[in-house]
C-alpha cells in the first residue's frame, strides 16, 4: 500500500489547531518542524519560529479521495477564522512512507553545547565539549526542530549547569529527547512517562543509542502511575498542549515536585501562558520566567522551599 502525505506551511498561532484536525486522519501521529531551520545555527542565530509545517500521512486506499476532500474543506471552515494555505498531498510508497520525514530532519546545535544529530547521520564536526544526542524519534514527537522543544532544552542546559545529578520526571517524553538531554548534561536519573506506546519504545530506544539506559526508567502512562508512590523529582520536564498540563495541575502535578525543585513546562503558545502560569500557580508552583520563540512560550517555576 501506497501513502498520502499531506503538509502545509503555517504560523505558530495556526500550527496547533492544524495539528488536531491532521490528527483526525494521519496514521501514528502529527509531525511538526520549523520551516527553513538551517542545519547548523549558533544560538543567537535562530529564526523565529514564525513559520512551522505540520505533517501527516494516510493510506492511498479506496478512501483516499474522500479524505482529502474532508480535509480540505475542514481546512475551509478553520479558514473563515484564520487565513489557511492549501494543503499539499504527495504520494509515498509503502516502502518509504515511515521513512519519509526523514529526508527534513538535520543536525542542528542548540545552547551552549548542545549538537542534535539523528541517528542515521555520523556528525562531521563535533567539538571537544559537545553534548552528542543521537536521536530516531521513530512515530513519536521530539526531534529537537520544534520550537518548544528547542526552548525546554535551551533551558535545561542552563538549569543543569547551575544544579547537575538532579532526579528528573520527564511527563509526556515522545522520542525522549529531553530525559535523554538531561542525563547527557549531568543529572542523575530520569523517569520517562508517555501514554503513547510508541514514544516508550522510541524513548528506550533512543536512550540505548546515547548509552544512558542504565540511568533512565521509562513506563507507559502519565501522573496516574505516580500517585500510588512516594516518588518526588528534583526537576519536571513537561513538553505537552497547554490544556494537558491545566488539567495536570488540578489532578496534583505540583505534589510530585520537592520543595526547592524546579520545573520547565512548555507547549504552550503566547495567548495560553497567562491561562497555564495561574493552573501552575494553583498546583503550588512559582512561576519566575517566560522564554519566547515565535508565538511559543516555556515557562520555569520553582516549589517555595518549605
Known amino acids: 500500500m501506497d501513502w498520502i502525505e499531506v503538509s502545509l506551511e503555517v504560523d505558530g498561532e495556526a500550527a496547533e489547531a492544524v495539528a488536531d ?48 476532500q474532508q480535509l480540505r474543506e475542514a481546512l475551509w471552515h478553520m479558514g473563515q477564522l484564520y487565513p489557511m494555505p492549501e494543503p499539499s498531498f504527495s504520494v509515498v510508497r509503502e516502502e518509504d512512507w515511515a521513512e519519509a520525514w526523514k529526508q527534513h530532519y538535520h543536525p542542528l546545535r542548540l545552547g551552549r553545547r548542545l549538537y542534535v544529530c539523528p541517528q542515521w547521520v555520523t556528525p562531521a564536526d563535533l567539538r571537544p565539549d559537545d553534548v552528542l544526542l543521537l536521536l530516531d524519534p521513530g512515530m513519536a514527537f521530539g526531534t529537537g526542530t520544534h520550537p518548544t522543544t528547542q526552548l525546554c532544552l535551551i533551558a535545561l542546559e542552563e538549569m543543569l549547569a547551575e544544579r547537575p545529578a538532579l532526579d528528573v520526571l520527564d511527563l509526556g517524553c515522545g522520542s525522549g529527547i529531553l530525559g535523554i538531554a538531561a542525563l547527557k548534561l549531568g543529572a542523575a536519573h530520569v523517569l520517562a512517562l508517555d501514554t503513547d506506546p510508541l514514544a516508550v519504545e522510541a524513548t528506550l530506544e533512543n536512550a540505548a543509542y546515547n548509552q544512558v539506559s542504565d540511568r533512565i526508567a521509562v513506563q507507559q502512562g502519565s501522573l496516574d502511575v505516580l500517585r500510588s508512590s512516594a516518588h518526588h523529582f528534583d526537576l519536571l520536564l513537561v513538553n505537552i498542549l497547554a490544556k494537558v498540563i491545566i488539567a495536570l495541575c488540578a489532578e496534583g502535578l505540583g505534589d ?19 491561562e497555564v502560569e495561574a493552573a501552575l500557580r494553583g498546583a503550588g508552583l512559582e512561576p519566575y520566567r517566560r522564554r519566547t520563540l515565535g508565538d511559543w512560550v516555556a515557562i520555569e517555576v520553582r516549589k517555595p522551599a518549605r
Open 21 to 68: 484536525l491532521l490528527a483526525r486522519y494521519g496514521h501514528q501521529g502529527v509531525a511538526i518542524e520549523q520551516a527553513g531551520f538551517p542545519v547548523e545555527v549558533w544560538p543567537d542565530e535562530i529564526p523565529p519560529a514564525d513559520r512551522l509545517i505540520v505533517r501527516a500521512y494516510f493510506p492511498a486506499d479506496e478512501r483516499a479521495e474522500a479524505a482529502k
Open 256 to 274: 510530585v515536585l520537592r520543595a526547592g525543585g524546579t520545573g520547565i513546562f512548555s507547549g504552550i503558545i503566547q495567548e495560553q501562558a497567562d
